[in-house]
């Protein structure tokens, strides 16, 4: 197919038709008569070979391509609109842009928050954005990121998308202060016996893989989809949690846990900030990159060391 030979407008039209599924709300949606909409759904129909809106009684629903093309669409034109607002130059301190970022609650905590500080002071009229990383991101990782600005992701569960790095975090546990089965040393017998409390989204990533990989299969008790909920669900109980240790430092204070270090070499959390390729050469996704590789440079790993209590 040439796609020059395609008039981009029927995107934005088709999009219309397939959520309203009314051909003039449609029309007045994007500012098109009552006529030239038909004219529109006549040719979409040709291009495709389908109704796409099928009548049913006094209403129209979607045929089988039409609930297909339904998210494919809404992508394209989010894609579109990105790619066409692109920017040869971006001035910050006057600029009025806003970024969205895929993001865990764990990487708003330590990265998104100082990113957010930083544009505070910098860019006045710079917005953010953040939501929540969706489950199965590995399987619709192009789309998501077509659709935003960025994904904060570690290495190890996504790949053959650009990155800007970020920082390196370490794996710890949280036990509970007043659990009497883990005296000074957590061990490999613990990970293997106690309940554990998992953050539901795993991806199976490294850390994941790593436990497997010695034998340790985790009884989650409790899973839950916010690494800031662990320490409350390990508080009381004979739980155990993995957490991100710049997390752990900065919930210190929050329930009666203690920090314990991994009793094995956990591999370390490379934290990166992958993007779609359309952004590569945008000058404000540029400055946003720059900008998230500098705050990247002031997160540093925590002045204690683990052993000590986040209550305490």
Same mark, same amino acid.
């Given at each position: ?102 993001? &865990? ?192 440079? &002031? ?14």
């Amino acid at each position: 197919m040439n796609l020059a030979s395609l008039d981009l407008n029927l995107v934005v039209a088709l999009r219309a038709l397939l959520e309203e599924l009314n051909v003039t709300r449609a029309g007045k949606r994007i500012g098109l008569s009552q006529p030239a909409m038909s004219a529109a759904l006549a040719r979409l129909r040709r291009h495709f070979d389908d109704d796409l809106l099928s009548r049913v009684g006094g209403h129209y629903e979607l045929t089988a391509l039409g609930q297909v093309l339904l998210d494919r669409t809404s992508t394209a034109c989010d894609l579109l609109e990105r790619l066409f607002t692109s920017q040869a130059d971006f001035d910050p301190a006057v600029e009025d842009h806003e970024f969205t970022l895929v993001a &865990s609650d764990y990487a708003v905590a330590v990265f998104g928050a100082e990113l957010a500080r930083v544009l505070h002071r910098e860019a006045p009229g710079i917005r953010l954005r953040f939501i929540q990383t969706p489950p199965g991101i590995a399987e619709q990782t192009g789309t998501l990121l077509s659709t935003t600005d960025g994904l904060l992701m570690p290495h190890g569960i996504i790949s053959d998308f650009p990155a800007t790095e970020l920082y390196q975090d370490q794996w710890v546990f949280l036990v509970a202060e007043d659990n009497t089965e883990v005296g000074e040393h957590l061990t490999r017998d613990h990970l293997a016996r106690l309940p554990w409390v998992t953050y539901q989204r795993t991806y199976d990533a490294p850390p994941v893989r790593q436990l497997g990989m010695l034998g340790i299969e985790p009884r989650a008790e409790v899973s839950v989809d916010s690494f800031q909920s662990l320490p409350f669900l390990v508080a009381g109980t004979r739980r155990i949690a993995l957490i991100q240790e710049l997390l752990a430092h900065r919930l210190r204070g929050v329930a009666p846990v203690r920090i314990m270090p991994a009793p094995y070499e956990a591999v370390p959390l490379r934290e990166a900030l992958w993007w779609h390729p359309v952004h590569t050469h945008d000058a404000a996704h540029i400055w946003l990159r720059e900008t998230a590789a500098r705050v990247a440079a &002031s997160v540093s790993q925590p002045e204690t060391t683990p052993e000590h209590p986040l209550g305490g």
